[in-house]
Nanobody, 128 residues
Framework: QVSLVESGGGSVQAGGSLRLSCAAS????????MGWFRQAPGKEREGVAV???????THADSVEGRFTISLDNAKNTLYLQMNSLKPEDTAMYYC??????????????????????WGQGTQVIVSS
């Protein structure tokens, strides 16, 4: 049974930083993709950053240069370092994993429908 447990959320002022963690367990083969997604009230879930099994990362344009995803395979832990936070970054942040194999042609790895294992989420609130 795959388990993903997020931590590290909280309240911070604009311009501040947070680091989210996602502890993963319950699988024998490393996932093909792991990523961070977020959902603000009244909005659809959106991809923030993902990383594949080769260590290649993709970040959404809205966070490029501010957020950095990383994966510690020894600890089975996924991280999201968030710097220069803005009020519009306020959302519930979810960790997700996929064993999709090859990325379907024409699909973005930030597409949340490609992921079938999800954590419970951790809240991030950024005040102005």
């Amino acid at each position: 049974q795959v388990s993903l447990v997020e931590s590290g959320g909280g309240s911070v002022q604009a311009g501040g930083s947070l680091r989210l963690s996602c502890a993963a367990s319950g699988y024998t083969r490393s996932s093909d993709y792991m990523g961070w997604f977020r959902q603000a009230p009244g909005k659809e879930r959106e991809g923030v950053a993902v990383i594949d099994s080769a260590g290649r990362s993709t970040h959404a344009d809205s966070v490029e240069g501010r957020f950095t995803i990383s994966l510690d395979n020894a600890k089975n832990t996924l991280y999201l370092q968030m710097n220069s936070l803005k009020p519009e970054d306020t959302a519930m942040y979810y960790c997700a994993a996929s064993w999709m194999g090859w990325l379907p042609r024409g699909r973005s790895p930030l597409d949340s429908t490609l992921y079938n294992y999800w954590g419970q989420g951790t809240q991030v609130i950024v005040s102005s």
